[in-house]
């Protein structure tokens, strides 16, 4: 940790940003139709919530979490009206945020007023011109100047309409030039250049003060506007510059630089209260920085288990310092996960908790580091689990649309209630059969977990006999089950959002699926005090002898080191599935690639195979197995004029993929790289675009079985099952130590001030309870030593890339009033 960073370190360093989005509720819309919500980067959209039905204050509570593929100068909410009648939505309004002011919002739940949106306002991209001036003599003998105005090229422009055809304008003096169209592109090189005459000036002396020039550039603005080409009439516009020359340096003759696109100048927002949205934003952007800086940070965290008492440990104390415990159990959890150590990690911090419970009944039920540890690891671990049990419940609630309502102030006119309630009764008994069933397929990670938290419980609490039981059931069915069912799409269970008829069936189900988790123990039952008494008949139902014998069992099971189960590694797991559009394969009689060349599939990737077929019902058209899978990579856009592709390279061709958005795309290409990158017959080089018009488009070889012209992406040693990057999450702990950096020095001057005074009462409150100053401090020393040290690495590297980093350049385009600022 000794060496500095050097210029050579910089490219090394890998800027990562994530964004975890809760749409909550919007209210005092203008109309009171079916209502969603879109979120987007710039104009992409790249989530969408359910529809609420004929509502002005449509309630989401939806949440997405994605990692930013791509750089973004906006992001975006978009309210929009389902219109039965048209294939697309009409817009209420949105709420646009720009991506340097996201740090004012993080972790906060905030009401935005919505903006109307029009042509005008949705302007996004950059254009990169050059100005220079140079002086001739006229035929007078008089000096002329000649302003001349290269567009060079735009990019990231706006799609109208499905499609972007673009072109520039050049306006000086009230006199316009334009460039020729570029089709099918947002961006687009232009490369023209247009002249303008400046007056003359009328004698040399004029010239030396330089009065002629000076004048005009306070006089006139130069505008580059850009344009989307019309079929018919003039084009649609996209966005504009306008330079004051007087404010650009043009001392060397010529001016060269980014410019982020602006609206219209006389572009006027609305002043209309469209209403307004509640949003909860958490962005985070991580500045990784080469391995080899984190090693040590890795050792402290790693030797928490063994650090007695756990209170002293870098875990537990970290879990002390923040506030909201996911923040800090998520990166824990999947640094330790990738290092094959959560097990004794969890031990640890359960029977730490569990010596602090007084009560068996609150147990592990609070919002502590090592709840949120083990809600982490369950989600981590046992997602294929979670598929493999709750998929058939799911697939008939979402498919067959039965009426469950029971509440009788919630009926729908025709609705019957005994209907309803055995409807209810037929879809909570299959979740709980499925459930009980399952026990065997436990991941066995998951066993000795579980096994660690009733191990935990029994040992504090010797003298009851359910608690062995109700320990596990809380995280098994209140954090586990119940909620998978009741959100699916945020388990990766189901791609599409349920109606609200759907919904509240799901809602239903899960309460009830929580309500048998709550009691193993019958004779308890004549104390409960139902909340809700129209759910009486449901739960009169389904709490009985039998069912809390088989919970018991359930429980007991997944609960056990004897169960020595192993799922069998060649089980299939289903690990990513969603419909995309792929391009005919071994199609050679066709020429062109039309629309028809692509086709909607529903696609299926397990750790066995890739498949494809016509609808997820239906069989699969194609099957390629894992082993044949050589490389996966993205496709340039210019093979098809398609964005979002991403080929499968396999050994006698290569299958196109198109995904739906930028972050889809991403996770496809991170799981399909994972599951092919220990392929030992994997390539080494591929090609980057299509065999088309008998060559490649890359490299111009003719032959379609030319070698690769590009090395394949390396990539990062990422864990086989999950996409998990152990240097990103160190760094995310490193933030997160700074972010309470003042608490860990007040923490160690208590503990020494402890270790000397010992049994005098502290000076000052601390920050967490010190049972073991003596450890405490030396941890707390370790933390505070490694964690100044990465931040000094962190300060070097924004001074250099600052001191690199050219404002104006396409990584720091001109526009936005902090657009020079490090980012």
């Not at 002293?312 to 330790?336: C, N, Q």
């Not at 660690?452 to 059931?473: G, H, L, M």
């Not at 003719?702 to 990103?728: H, K, W």
Request: proline share 4%; aromatic share 8%.
């Amino acid at each position: 940790m000794e060496e500095d960073l050097d210029e050579g370190d910089i490219s090394k360093v890998r800027i990562l940003e994530s964004l975890r989005i809760n749409i909550g509720e919007a209210k005092n819309l203008t109309s009171a139709k079916d209502c969603s919500c879109t979120v987007r980067l710039d104009q992409e959209e790249v989530y969408r919530t359910g529809v609420k039905e004929k509502t002005q204050c449509p309630f989401w509570a939806e949440e997405t979490t994605f990692d930013v593929p791509r750089e973004f100068r906006q992001l975006s909410f978009f309210i929009h009206e389902k219109d039965w009648m048209k294939r697309s939505d009409s817009v209420v309004g949105k709420v646009a945020l720009r991506r340097d002011d996201l740090h004012r919002y993080h972790g906060k739940d905030q009401w935005f007023p919505l903006q109307a949106v029009d042509t005008d306002s949705e302007v996004y991209g950059q254009v990169q011109v050059e100005v220079r001036t140079n002086e001739v003599l006229g035929g007078d003998g008089a000096s002329l100047n000649k302003l001349t105005v290269r567009v060079l090229e735009g990019n990231g422009l706006t799609i109208i309409h499905n499609q972007c055809d673009p072109y520039a304008t050049v306006t000086f003096r009230n006199e316009t030039k334009r460039t020729k169209v570029r089709r099918k592109t947002v961006d687009p090189r232009f490369d023209e250049s247009f002249q303008f005459e400046l007056p003359k000036t009328s004698s040399a002396a004029d010239t030396k003060t330089n009065y002629s020039f000076e004048d005009e550039a306070n006089k006139h603005d130069l505008k580059i506007a850009m344009w989307n080409s019309a079929s018919l009439g003039e084009g649609v516009f996209i966005g504009e510059v306008r330079l004051t020359l007087a404010a650009i340096n043009l001392s060397s003759g010529v001016h060269k630089a980014w410019y982020f696109l602006k609206p219209r100048e006389n572009s006027k927002q609305s002043r209309v209260e469209l209403g307004s949205l509640r949003v909860r934003i958490n962005y985070q952007q991580d500045h990784v920085l080469p391995s080899q800086y984190y090693g040590t940070l890795r050792d402290i965290l790693l030797r928490s288990p063994e650090i007695e008492p756990t209170s002293a440990s870098a875990v537990e104390i970290l879990g002390d310092l923040v506030k909201d415990k996911v923040d800090a159990a998520r990166p824990l959890m999947r640094l330790f996960y990738y290092h094959n150590a959560v097990v004794p990690l969890i031990k640890s911090l359960a029977h730490h908790e569990v010596s602090d419970t007084s009560d068996p009944n609150t147990i592990f039920r609070g919002n502590s580091l090592a709840s949120k540890c083990i809600d982490e690891f369950m989600r981590m671990e046992g997602l294929h689990y979670l598929y493999d049990t709750l998929r058939d419940l799911l697939e008939n609630i979402y498919d067959e649309r039965k009426p469950c309502e029971i509440d009788p102030s919630k009926l729908k006119d025709g609705d019957s209630l005994e209907t309803n309630l055995a409807n209810l009764r037929q879809y909570v008994e299959k979740a709980y059969q499925a459930i009980v069933d399952s026990a065997m397929g436990c991941p066995t990670a998951l066993c000795e977990c579980f096994y660690a938290i009733k191990e935990a419980a029994q040992k504090r609490f010797p003298e009851d006999p359910d608690v062995k039981y109700s320990a596990v059931s809380g995280f098994v069915f209140l954090r586990f089950f119940a909620p998978a069912i009741l959100s699916p799409t945020l388990f990766h269970l189901r791609t599409d959002n349920p109606d609200e008829q759907t919904s509240r069936t799901l809602k239903m189900v899960s309460k009830a699926i929580q309500t048998i988790g709550n009691h193993v123990n019958p004779d308890k039952l004549s104390n409960v005090n139902w909340k809700e008494e129209y759910m009486s008949p449901l739960y009169l139902h389904i709490l009985n002898e039998a069912h809390m014998d088989g919970i018991k069992k359930f429980l007991e099971v997944i609960s056990s080191t004897s169960q020595a189960q192993v799922k069998a590694i060649e089980a299939p797991i289903t690990l990513k599935e969603g419909v995309m559009i792929k391009r005919a394969q071994g199609r050679k009689k066709f020429l062109g690639f039309g629309l028809k060349n692509f086709k909607r599939r529903w696609f299926q990737l397990t750790n066995h195979e890739l498949t494809y077929s016509k609808t997820k019902e239906s069989k699969p058209l194609c099957v390629i197995s894992v082993n044949n899978i050589l490389a996966v990579e993205r496709l340039e856009e210019d093979s098809f004029q398609m964005q979002f592709m991403f080929q499968v390279v396999q050994p006698e061709r290569a299958l196109y993929i198109q995904a739906n958005n930028c972050v889809e795309e991403k996770e496809w290409l991170d799981i399909l790289f994972n599951i092919c990158k220990t392929n030992k017959n994997r390539l080494h080089y591929y090609h980057p675009a299509a065999f088309k018009n008998g060559h490649w488009i890359c490299c111009k070889a003719t032959a379609e079985t030319a070698q690769g012209c590009t090395q394949v992406t390396g990539g990062l040693p990422l864990s086989i099952c999950l996409d998990i990057d152990p240097d990103r999450e160190l760094e995310r702990i490193h933030c997160l130590f700074m972010a309470h950096l003042q608490k860990l020095h007040s923490l160690q001057d208590a503990c020494a001030t402890q270790a000397v005074y010992q049994g005098l009462p502290l000076p000052t409150q601390t920050p967490v309870s010190i049972e073991d100053p003596k450890t405490c401090f030396a941890t707390v020393s370790s933390m505070l030593s490694e964690i100044l040290a990465l931040e000094q690495k962190h300060n070097q590297f924004k001074k250099i890339r600052q001191r690199l980093t050219e404002y104006g350049s396409k990584q720091s385009p001109i526009g936005d009033h902090n657009c020079n600022s490090f980012h």
